[in-house]
């Protein structure tokens, strides 16, 4: 049974899954960056890191800021369809992206001390693992395609 082909033969590659996480977090910054400059844009305010790593009390999270995070959800979601591709690992790569947004904050701006970066940080999470887990489960569901199989009916009876 070791010999015998497996339809996704996994082992254990720290490269790839080292690359993949980085390909994952450029995608997360480059996606709330992106959205966040063209809001910004269309609202003639100034952009600035402070607006991704918002995090003290005082500060406030506005609904610009609120609009990138959950449109970047989908951004993320997508990333992880398109690099992780199976729905098994959105969840570790998800919480993997938060956890270093959050250990990037507490470098930037010291620990998160505002409720609504905790809540806007937990529903990212959650609305971006839903999300790709859909999206990679779709795509693990689809037919795979015998090559070599005849599909003409044949008659077991006749030798």
Sequence with gaps: LRNMAQFRNYSWDPLLIISQMLAMQCIFYFGLGTVMYFLA????????????????????????????????????????????????????????????????????????????????TLVSCIVSTFLGEYLCRYTELEDIPLVGVRTSNTNTDNP
């Design 41 to 120: 844009f269309l609202h003639v305010e100034e952009i600035s890191l402070d607006r991704i790593f918002i995090s003290k009390k005082g500060e406030m999270l506005d609904l610009m800021t609120l609009f990138a995070y959950v449109t970047n959800c989908f951004i993320t979601a997508v990333g992880l369809w398109y690099i992780v591709q199976r729905s098994k690992q959105c969840l570790d790569f998800t919480v993997t992206i938060h956890f270093w947004h959050f250990v990037l904050t507490c470098l930037y701006t010291g620990f998160p001390t505002l409720l609504s970066w905790w809540l806007l």
